[in-house]
């Protein structure tokens, strides 16, 4: 299997369960035109055209996408859509809701954050691809809210209540790290480097780089300052990076790259609009994830007001 991205991870606490927000999921082919021109094609509905429906995340090599969803009887559970034939497979039905589905660097199986009976203990689970039989890998956690695998023991978790904090787990070992606090929900491992969403400033959203030394903290070891990559587009948190590195980010329906671009001459790094995705039919949406060679995109449309 290819290494794979992990692009978007993303759940809500607790207060927010009760009211799921009317969302969809849509992919979007991209080709190019010369070298460097992406152009983005028809929106392809692959969810339910109503309810909630969340949180896409390529597997199988690009072939499939793992999702959250509502499914009607009051319950959120994972599903798959097999891009070649189309179609969607119920993967858990549970009496629980399942959450934030990633594919397990462990074992073969599906993990997610599954909210229990209570509606208040947010357990990290894995599942085999039946869906059946799932176990609880971090019995100490009770309070995951988003993750991401960084190798295959350990996963970087975002713990509940806000403000939230980052947390490194292993989940051979049950051990637990404190990285940092007041971050985003949208964080993501890229090559070697964990880029996360700093909200310590409430006006000034930053994109930084946690420094290798406070991944792996030491005793006595002072932390490090971690490398700030720019600033957000204002008041958004939900980022994906591309496998060339560049981040994209959305807002009001339009789709923006943190790029290089020059100005007379003078290159620099800069937000720049690469696709109007409300032209496309999409008015608005806000989370999104890219797959590793870059030909698919998915994003999470929103009815309303933003989630």
């Known amino acids: 299997m290819k290494k794979l991205l992990f692009l978007y991870c993303s759940l809500f606490s607790v207060t927010a369960i009760a009211q799921l927000p009317e969302t969809r999921i849509y992919t979007i082919d991209i080709s ?21 429906n969340n949180q896409p995340f390529f597997v199988d090599d690009d072939r499939s996408i793992l999702y959250a969803s509502n499914n009607g009887d009051g319950n959120t559970d994972i599903y798959k859509y097999d891009m070649k034939r189309k179609k969607n497979k119920r993967i858990t039905k549970t009496d ?4 934030s589905p990633r594919q397990s660097l462990l074992e073969d199986e ?4 599954r909210v229990e009976k209570d509606t208040v203990t947010q357990h990290f689970y894995a599942y085999p691809n039946s869906g059946k039989r799932g176990h609880l890998l971090l019995p100490g956690v009770t309070s995951l809210g988003y993750y991401t695998w960084l190798n295959g023991a350990e996963i970087i978790g975002l713990t509940l209540p806000e403000p939230f904090t980052l947390t490194k787990y292993n989940v051979l ?15 993501q ?3 070697s480097k964990l880029y996360y969403v700093d909200k310590s400033d409430s006006e000034h959203y930053k994109i930084k780089i946690m420094a290798k030394e406070n991944i792996r903290p030491r005793k006595g070891k002072l932390k490090v300052e971690d490398v700030t990559v720019c600033e957000t587009i204002a008041g958004q948190e939900d980022f994906c990076i591309t496998y060339d590195g560049s981040i994209w980010m959305g807002k009001d329906g339009k789709l923006f790259a943190y790029t290089t671009k020059k100005t007379k001459g003078i290159a620099e790094k800069k937000w720049i609009e690469i696709a109007d995705i409300k032209q ?27 989630p």
């Open 96 to 99: 629980e809701a399942e959450y």
């Open 280 to 306: 496309l039919g999409i008015p608005s949406f806000y989370r999104l994830a890219v797959n590793q060679d870059m030909t698919k995109l998915a994003v999470v449309a929103y009815v309303g007001a933003k």
């Open 189 to 191: 491992v890229h090559g």
């Open 173 to 187: 070992t049950l051990k637990a790290d404190t990285l940092t606090t007041a971050i985003g929900r949208t964080f």
């Open 32 to 52: 190019r035109e010369g070298r460097t021109k992406l152009v983005f094609g028809r929106p392809l509905l692959i969810s339910k055209d109503k309810g909630y």
């Open 110 to 113: 599906i993990t997610c954050v």
